[in-house]
């Protein structure tokens, strides 16, 4: 079974950046794909960013387009999200989700596991 961690949220500025990392054990990673979804206080949950097994293949939420970043190192067990140009309405819980069949997806049903979340505060 793998288990997934979310690390890198805290409080941040409006125009600041983070990088959030999602760090897998247990499992084989790299035939995987992974998605950041996130979820902010009485809204659904939100897909942001998913990447195939490889790498080669990224998908992006319009909202963050041209801000974020998703890549992964799979010798490392890790998929990264770089942030930035944050906004307010960027704040939210993330968590990121492996999908078994290492196709990319923006909808949370076909991601297998879940990770805890690790939270995202942006200041105006």
């Known amino acids: 079974q793998v288990q997934l961690v979310e690390s890198g949220g805290r409080l941040v500025q409006a125009g600041g950046s983070l990088r959030l990392s999602c760090e897998a054990s247990?499992?084989?990673?790299?035939?995987?794909?992974v998605g950041w979804f996130r979820q902010a206080p009485g809204k659904e949950r939100e897909f942001v960013a998913a990447i195939s097994w490889s790498g080669g293949i990224t998908y992006y939420a319009d909202s963050v387009k041209g801000r974020f970043t998703i890549s992964r190192d799979n010798s490392r067990k890790t998929v990264y999200l770089q942030m930035n140009i944050l906004k307010p309405e960027d704040t939210a819980v993330y968590s990121c989700g492996l999908d078994y069949r290492g196709d990319p997806s923006r909808w949370y049903l076909d991601y297998d596991a879940w990770g805890q979340g690790t939270q995202v505060t942006v200041s105006s």
């Open positions: 247990g499992r084989t990673f790299r035939s995987y794909a």
